[in-house]
């Protein structure tokens, strides 16, 4: 569940989604769930010149499963805590 | 405490996972399926290899017209879904 915490906390964060055919979509990270769906609000393409039929999207549903990468904003995060809670994660599961 | 984790941690490598926990906070190389790599700094994964990287620079080898050609990029944090980890190591010596 670390990652699910994690993007919890990034409600209302710009992110850029990157998904296993290409697609990168810059947005505002409306949700997520345990799975690592996404909803993300105000949907701009970053590789809009590639992907002209996204030039009408707003908001958007993203199956967890087709993301590769989600871009983040260093400011956006705590460094020592995710090591910390990832030290956990990996004790709890011995 | 921290130190006492981090200990603590060093001795309970039961697991190929575990393995994974000493690299944390250290520079790591990812390959990934799609003939990419990755190298960043790690800080944070989980049981699927789910992980955050910093100050990561990509590497794409992509065939273009029968080239094999290489492209990078940057990102100063990224989230990587574990699906596409291939492999997880130290920094190769070269570098």
Do not use: W
């Not at chain 2, 789910?50 to 990102?75: A, F, P, S, Y």
């Amino acid at each position: 569940m670390l990652f699910f915490s994690v993007f919890k906390t990034l409600e209302g964060k710009e992110v850029v989604v990157e998904m296993k055919n290409g697609v990168e979509l810059l947005g505002e990270l409306h949700s997520v769930d345990q799975y690592l769906n996404v909803k993300l609000n105000n949907v701009r393409p970053v590789n809009a010149d590639r992907f002209p039929q996204l030039a009408s999207l707003r908001n958007c549903f993203i199956r967890g499963s087709v993301v590769r990468y989600i871009s983040l904003s260093k400011s956006d995060v705590d460094v020592a805590l995710l090591q910390d809670a990832s030290r956990r994660e990996a004790m709890k599961a011995n | 405490s921290l130190a006492e984790l981090r200990e603590r941690a060093m001795a309970a490598v039961k697991q190929p996972v575990d393995l994974v926990a000493l690299s944390l906070d250290e520079r790591v190389f990812v390959k990934c399926r799609g003939d990419r790599e990755l190298r960043g700094t790690l800080h944070a994964f989980d049981q699927h290899l789910n992980m955050i990287l910093g100050d990561v620079e990509e590497t794409i080898r992509e065939e273009v017209d029968g080239k094999t050609t290489e492209r990078k990029r940057e990102k100063e944090m990224l989230f990587v879904r574990g699906d596409v980890v291939i492999l997880i190591s130290p920094p190769v010596a070269t570098q």
